[in-house]
């Protein structure tokens, strides 16, 4: 799938996703909102579903794996930066074919754009000593 479909999906599930964790809305609906109101087809639209679909039923999952890595209680995270976490710890568990840099890359770069001022930081500092846990380096 291009790049650009996966950053287009990216960018849409955090925003579904942050309005499922502060509604407790049915992901299924947030879903069909976000699909009616944003331009999402082919890949783009197929990946959006899956992490809409997926990263709530696996949020438990998720926030165990983070939980470690965080200076705070989760549900003291912002809710932006919950989203993007989540997302980003789904994919460096269930994509094993998305390069763990470029989940990186484009976490850091969903909380420049979404998160607060120097919320990005905190971002890569969890996902940096995450990603050495559920993507640990292979041995040669």
Excluded: C
């Excluded at 925003?15 to 087809?41: C, G, M, N, V």
């Excluded at 998160?115 to 990603?131: I, T």
Aim: proline share 6%; no cysteine; net charge negative.
């Amino acid at each position: 799938m291009p790049t650009q479909s996966r950053h287009i999906a990216r960018r849409s599930a955090v925003q579904a996703l942050y309005q499922w964790d502060l509604t407790e809305q049915a992901p299924e609906d947030i879903e069909k909102h976000f699909i009616s109101r944003h331009e999402l087809a082919g890949g783009a639209l197929e990946y959006f579903r899956r992490l809409v679909e997926e990263v709530p039923l696996h949020h438990q999952e998720l926030d165990s794996h983070l939980e470690p890595f965080l200076d705070r209680d989760f549900q003291q995270v912002d809710p932006v930066e919950r989203a993007i976490l989540r997302v980003a710890t789904y994919e460096l568990e269930y994509e094993s074919d998305v390069p763990f840099k470029v989940i990186l890359d484009e976490a850091i770069e969903l909380s420049k754009t979404f998160g607060a001022e120097h919320g990005y930081k905190f971002v890569n500092a969890v996902l940096d000593r995450l990603v050495l846990t559920l993507r640990p380096p292979k041995e040669s």
